[in-house]
């Protein structure tokens, strides 16, 4: 008991100065605080409520797209970019949690290498696996520390395809999809429903045969495709390795700043998104937490497994908790 109090004391001291630090524009400080929010340390929604205020200015750019499409080669371009236009820049990159995809990391540091350099861009890379308050929120949660830092833009580069993409980049303002000559990537990226959250399409590796065709076929799709009345998504060719395109590429990002989900019932929906999922995981942990320590999980697998109840039932008889939380809740 002393000793978890005492841990607890001198955790919320340092809150205190990290926080000042952060204020001032430290970047330790910075990078600390995200390490303590990401890993849920005690105290970690506290700061999130001091630092929410200082924020709301800062522009969240997704940007994802197949392996290997040159995702971080362009964030390293368009961060670049950002600078020479007087932006700051915070990089958020999600690193892929699967042992097997190492190398790829090492390759995302590389290639970033001299962004780091620059004292106007933040770079910070994100686990997937373990992502304490889920995918979505965590990659949330750094933006909005880099948006109360000061920084003017946030990219957030996923790796890998698929759900978890998906759900990463709703984290963002603006979302953009890479794709690449062959391979029939054009279609791919569309098939994985990235289609409904993509505001800006990127045709990378121009230099190569065949660009010209995706971004006649991503056209095609745009034309016969239902995207709820928000204007088209512009298509831009790139070559981030030759860093051609990348000024015409950052204009669209910037005109892209102004329209769309800005608007406000989108903003609306982002922030009833937001409240849901806090409340989803704290519920969850509230009851994981509860049902384990009175064994009650355990014993409703048992009955399931002896064929005396089913999971149906079992939620039903659990549901009480959930009241129960409720109240302890409203009383602390
Ligand atoms: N020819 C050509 N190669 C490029 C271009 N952009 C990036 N590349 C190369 O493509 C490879 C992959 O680039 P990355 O920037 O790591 O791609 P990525 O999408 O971030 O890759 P993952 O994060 O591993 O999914 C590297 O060898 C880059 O040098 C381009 O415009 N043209
Ligand atoms: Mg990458």
């Known amino acids: 008991m002393y000793k978890g109090a005492r841990v607890e004391t001198i955790v919320s001291i340092s809150w205190e100065t990290l926080l000042d630090?952060?204020?001032?524009?430290n970047v330790r400080s910075l990078a600390r605080i995200i390490t303590l929010v990401e890993n849920r340390e005690p105290g970690w929604k506290d700061?999130?409520?001091?630092?929410?205020?200082?924020?709301?200015?800062?522009?969240?750019?997704?940007?994802?797209?197949?392996p290997g499409a040159g995702k971080s080669t362009l964030t390293n371009a368009v961060a670049r970019d950002f600078v020479a236009r007087g932006y700051t820049v915070g990089i958020i990159a999600v690193d892929p949690s699967s042992p097997f995809s190492g190398g790829a990391l090492l390759g995302d540091r590389l290639r970033m290498r001299d962004v780091v350099t620059l004292p106007e861009i933040f770079i910070r890379s994100m686990a997937t696996r373990g992502a304490l308050g889920g995918l979505c929120q965590g990659a949330r949660d750094i933006a909005r520390i880099l948006d109360a830092f000061g920084k003017d833009v946030v990219i957030i580069e996923t790796v890998g395809v698929g759900q978890d993409e998906v759900e990463v980049v709703k984290a963002a303002d603006l979302?953009?999809?890479?794709?690449?000559?062959?391979?029939?990537?054009g279609i791919q990226?569309?098939?994985?429903?990235?289609?409904?959250?993509?505001?800006l399409y990127v045709v990378n590796k121009a230099d190569r045969e065949g660009a010209d065709e995706v971004v006649a076929d991503i056209g095609g799709m745009l034309d016969i495709s239902d995207n709820g009345g928000r204007p088209q998504p512009p298509v831009i060719k790139t070559s981030a390795l030759a860093n051609q395109g990348i000024t015409e590429l950052v204009d669209a990002l910037v005109q892209g700043f102004e329209s769309g989900r800005n608007a406000d019932s989108w903003q609306a929906q982002r922030v009833k998104e937001?409240?849901?999922?806090?409340?989803?995981?704290?519920?969850?942990?509230y009851l994981r937490e509860n049902w384990e320590r009175t064994g009650d999980l355990d014993k409703a697998v048992e009955g399931i497994l002896e064929k005396q109840t089913d999971p149906y039932s079992v939620v039903d008889s659990l549901l009480p908790l959930i009241r129960e939380a409720s109240r302890s809740k409203e009383t602390t």
């Open 21 to 25: 630090g952060v204020k001032k524009g």
């Open 47 to 66: 700061a999130m409520k001091s630092l929410y205020p200082l924020g709301g200015k800062a522009k969240i750019v997704g940007i994802t797209g197949s």
């Open 175 to 185: 979302v953009m999809v890479v794709c690449v000559p062959g391979q029939g990537d």
């Open 189 to 199: 990226a569309l098939k994985a429903g990235i289609m409904e959250i993509a505001d």
């Open 274 to 285: 937001e409240i849901l999922t806090l409340v989803e995981t704290e519920i969850l942990d």
